[in-house]
């Protein structure tokens, strides 16, 4: 449903907040849109970690507003001859380096149209080669929040010609009786997000959660273990999540991202299930 409100600018880096690169970028918005409305999603991706950032894009897209704009920025290429583009989905627009960030997006939403950002009418007119989150995706932001055409940005492409790269996922060699996924990143508070989709997890079953020396049933929620103990549980983005609560399973179980973790229905040998 479309209102008069300004649109909703919706900022993810892997920039931090220690330093003074978000604040320009806020700047360079505020500057040529100062009516929007600017969102930090999160600054806290693993520097360089395009599939962290792309997964946690596209679980997190939907709970903004119609006509948000998305600005993406994990971007170890900057820089070099990698596209910046502009995709518009019937809920958003999403502006990201062409490095497989919007994977998941161009995979699981429908574009409408896609544009490579080229027109130097919506930049800067100073162009870093290392810092296109503020001289390229900001400006071009703001103008789209100011009511310019996705289209004026700059030349069409092919959403197919987009680069995408390999995301997570679980996979069973016995017709869902044992999955195999790993972890994809960890969070604030330790806990493990696997790529072990919750959903596929057959619920007349019971489950066991294998990684590293760990072997977990599927908890509802942390209150149903004691304090500082492990369990592993569907988390809010959907997926199976190890936890120690009230602590910090990464440092305390001594897992990492992309280590490999496994369900295994209680009626199976636990470790019988091999690496597809």
């Avoid at 849109?33 to 950032?53: F, S």
Wanted: proline share 6%; net charge negative.
């Amino acid at each position: 449903m479309q209102t008069d409100a300004p649109p909703v600018i919706v900022l993810m880096t892997d920039f931090g907040i220690s330093d003074t690169y978000v604040g320009q970028m806020k700047g360079v918005i505020l500057s040529i849109a100062p009516a929007a409305r600017i969102i930090d999603l999160t600054h806290a991706i693993t520097p360089q970690n395009i599939v962290q950032g792309a997964f946690l894009l596209e679980k997190s897209a939907d709970f903004f507003p119609e006509g948000s704009i998305f600005v993406s920025v994990v971007d170890p290429g900057v820089g070099t001859s990698r596209n910046a583009i502009a995709l518009e989905t019937e809920r958003a627009i999403f502006l990201a380096p062409d490095n497989g960030l919007l994977t998941p997006i161009l995979q699981y939403k429908a574009v409408k149209q896609c544009v490579t950002i080229t027109d130097k009418r919506y930049l800067l007119p100073l162009l870093s080669s290392t810092f296109h989150g503020r001289d390229l995706f900001s400006p071009a932001a703001a103008h789209l929040a100011s009511g310019v055409a996705i289209h004026e940005l700059g030349r069409e492409l092919d959403p197919a010609e987009c680069q995408r790269i390999p995301m997570p996922r679980c996979h069973t060699r016995d017709h869902g009786d044992s999955w195999e996924g790993r972890i994809i990143f960890t969070d604030h508070f330790g806990n493990l997000v696997t790529s072990l989709e919750a959903e596929l997890l057959d619920h007349s079953k019971q489950w066991l959660i294998s990684a590293g020396e760990e072997q977990l049933p599927v908890s509802g929620t942390y209150g149903e273990v004691p304090d500082r103990h492990p369990l592993a549980y569907k988390g809010s983005f959907g997926m199976i999540e190890i936890a120690i609560r009230n602590g910090n399973a990464a440092e305390t179980l001594g897992l990492r991202d992309g280590d490999t973790v496994r369900a295994n229905s209680v009626k199976l040998n636990i470790g019988s299930c091999g690496r597809t």
